[in-house]
């Protein structure tokens, strides 16, 4: 009985011994796939896999609808798009809207958000009031907007009569641009506002006391303190207005008039006026009239047009972006 039990003891000490035992870095490598499992799953399901099918589908003529008569075609839609005469308008007025949207959001967001940075009396309630417009609905934005706007009974041509008897421009028609930049504005100001207080209160006190004591004045300690440590901010403010600019397809549609009324462009029941009708305006049109191949084309093109652009600004970061802290602990 005691010889059984031993060679059974000895037995499981010998299968024990050969299981070879697991690290300490092995169990964190084990670990750390676990955890990530869910991100890789979205990440390829949700991301790459519905890319990789729309760049697919950019290559066929699939109208949306059936699959029977979807042809590959290669690279013909991307040849159609340089052909086509719509396109090339549509890219200007996408440029003129980013060149006037994003100076005029970052300038004023950084400006309310110097101001608001001050020890003032109320500065809190300024604040949300200013953030207000930021999370209301897009809709509530631009209604509230095409009503201030309207040409007839709009209350900044109400104004505008004040000084200037009989003044009705169409801030929605010929001048929908100029409308549609100061509805966006206003309804981000808060959010970069946020963003830009957020920096702006991480920068040391002690920098800004002592450039008084030397005796710099508050231009001198804005240009030489503030704006060098508030750079990865602004960057980041940049990049993503951007990249937000470019994608612009919610806001113009719902600033459109509706049918009836002078327009150059009908959209899904909607007028969109030349002065907005951006490349994403233009895409969707095609979606609408079920050309999907032609438009994930268009679609891929704009993706590329903004990477190439994400990578210059990312190339140019390190000729005005002060990352003094990373430097110094590289030297």
């Known amino acids: 009985m005691s010889t059984t039990v031993s060679q059974t003891l000895s037995g499981m000490q010998v299968r024990t011994a050969s299981r070879p035992r697991l690290t300490r870095s092995q169990r964190r490598e084990i670990w750390f796939f676990v955890f990530s499992a869910p991100f890789l799953f979205g990440l390829i399901a949700l991301t790459i896999f519905p890319m990789g099918y729309g760049f697919y589908t950019s290559l066929t003529n699939w109208d949306g609808l059936s699959d029977l008569n979807t042809k590959f075609i290669g690279l013909q839609n991307y040849a159609q798009a340089i052909r086509d005469p719509n396109v090339l308008p549509a890219i200007k007025q996408t440029l003129l809207f980013v060149v006037l949207n994003v100076p005029a959001w970052i300038i004023l967001s950084f400006a309310l958000a110097l101001l608001l940075n001050r020890d003032l009396k109320g500065s809190g309630l300024l604040r949300t009031l200013f953030y207000l417009p930021t999370i209301l609905p897009a809709v509530a934005v631009v209604m509230i907007w095409k009503i201030i706007l309207d040409q007839n009974s709009g209350l900044l041509n109400g104004?505008?009569?004040l000084f200037r008897p009989g003044t009705a421009l169409p801030w929605l028609g010929q001048y929908a641009l100029q409308?549609?930049?100061?509805?966006?504005?206003?309804?981000?100001?808060?959010?970069?506002?946020?963003?830009?207080?957020?920096?702006?209160?991480?920068?040391?006190?002690?920098?800004?006391?002592?450039?008084?004591?030397?005796?710099?004045?508050?231009?001198?300690?804005f240009w030489n303190i503030t704006l060098p440590l508030m750079s990865p901010v602004l960057f980041f403010q940049l990049v993503m207005a951007l990249?937000?600019?470019?994608?612009?397809?919610?806001?113009?549609?719902?600033?459109?008039?509706?049918?009836?009324?002078?327009?150059?462009?009908?959209?899904?029941?909607?007028?969109?006026?030349?002065?907005?009708?951006?490349?994403?305006?233009?895409?969707y049109e095609r979606i609408q009239?079920?050309?999907?191949?032609?438009?994930?084309?268009?679609?891929?093109?704009?993706?590329v047009a903004i990477v190439i652009l994400a990578a210059l600004l990312f190339w140019s970061e390190k000729f005005w972006v002060y990352k003094g802290d990373v430097e110094e602990q590289k030297a």
Do not use: C
Not at 182 to 211: D, K, N, R, Y
Not at 252 to 263: H, N, V
Not at 289 to 303: I, M, N, P, R
């Open 243 to 283: 990249i937000s600019s470019f994608q612009q397809l919610v806001y113009p549609l719902l600033m459109a008039k509706p049918l009836g009324q002078a327009s150059e462009l009908s959209v899904t029941g909607y007028n969109v006026p030349n002065g907005i009708r951006f490349f994403m305006v233009y895409t």
């Open 289 to 303: 009239q079920s050309t999907y191949g032609y438009a994930l084309a268009l679609l891929w093109l704009l993706f």
């Open 179 to 221: 409308g549609l930049v100061v509805t966006m504005v206003w309804g981000g100001l808060g959010w970069g506002m946020v963003v830009f207080l957020a920096g702006l209160q991480g920068i040391p006190t002690e920098l800004i006391e002592s450039a008084k004591i030397d005796g710099a004045n508050g231009w001198q300690v």
């Open 159 to 161: 104004l505008l009569s």
